[in-house]
């Protein structure tokens, strides 16, 4: 079917009038007139009649302005929803996360960025380091949100977006909790360790390496950073956990902590796109516009 024919007629079917139609329009009367012949022509069926000075719908015409109306309301939907995908404010946004992030820092910007562009549907994958660049590569999530210290040569750009304090953590009534020891001591532990590919693990490798002392030994591996933590609350093993999630466990004394002379930690959080990427959808754009902007506010706080 000939749209552009289809179009004329809706303007002609809605004035009854190839006058009003062809003024609307901006094109000669004879042009509407040709163009509605083309498409009787095209259907095989009479459209319009004359009716005094204008026109009038045949049953076949009525019935295809109805469809027709139907077509065009969903031509605006669909540049609508166009318009509003090329601000931002309509897609999907696919996050990938390690664990500490995807527990303490992404929920808070997605709530601040929700209610801001309630219709973007988002999806969050919680992942190891490894795992979450993989999928960010592979094409299947736009953003990685990794803490990450040494970075191989991966084909990604990364924007730092802040820096997260980990603290040694073991049972509330374990000898050393509350105390200083040396990283001899510690690690005769029993530790708590993530899985293979966990940039934890292989930070807690790297520190002992540092420090000259043998790795610890594994009590438990889990895949998860909540599970680790709450075996510790329950009474077993030494780990390496995020201040974030363990500072109100402490101060409520479901957990102790223990120090390591001269270790201090800070590990940096960084958001991920590949590298390849010139330019982004506008919905991870408003997202990461989101993040910064929260970023440059605490900086400003912190002065």
């Not at 004394?253 to 010139?278: D, K, Q």
Request: net charge neutral; glycine share 4%.
């Amino acid at each position: 079917m000939n749209l552009h024919a289809l179009r004329i007629f809706v303007e002609v079917a809605s004035r009854q009038s190839v006058t009003e139609a062809a003024d609307a329009l901006s094109i000669s009367q004879p042009a509407v007139s040709a163009q509605i012949r083309k498409l009787e022509n095209e259907l095989g069926v009479a459209l319009v009649a004359p009716h005094g000075r204008g026109i009038t719908l045949t049953d076949e015409g009525r019935f295809l302005l109805e469809k027709a109306r139907r077509i065009y309301d969903w031509e605006r939907e669909i540049e609508w929803q166009l318009a509003e995908m090329k601000q931002g404010k309509k897609g999907k946004l696919r996050i990938a996360a390690t664990y500490l992030p995807s527990h303490y820092l992404v929920p808070k910007w997605l709530a601040a960025f929700k209610r801001q562009y309630e219709q973007v549907d988002v999806e969050v994958r919680t992942r190891n380091s490894a795992q979450s660049i993989e999928l960010l590569l592979s094409s299947q999530v736009d953003l990685a949100i990794v803490i990450k210290e040494s970075w191989d040569e991966l084909p990604v750009r990364r924007v730092h977006v802040t820096d997260v304090p980990y603290w040694f953590i073991l049972p509330a009534d374990h000898p050393y909790a509350g105390k200083e020891i040396s990283m001899e001591q510690l690690v005769q532990e029993p530790f708590l360790l993530r899985e293979q590919g966990s940039s934890t693990r292989e930070w807690l490798f790297s520190l002992c390496r540092e420090h000259g002392v043998k790795r610890p030994r594994v009590g438990l591996q889990y895949h998860g950073l909540v599970e680790s933590i709450q075996s510790v609350r329950a009474g077993y093993g030494t780990m390496l956990a995020p201040a974030v999630a363990v500072t109100e466990m402490i101060e409520r004394n479901e957990i102790g902590r223990v120090t390591v002379p001269g270790v201090e930690i800070r590990r940096p959080v960084y958001i991920c796109t590949r590298e390849e990427e010139t330019s982004y959808r506008p919905v991870v754009e408003r997202f990461l516009e989101m993040v910064l902007r929260e970023k440059s506010l605490q900086a400003c706080v912190k002065r």
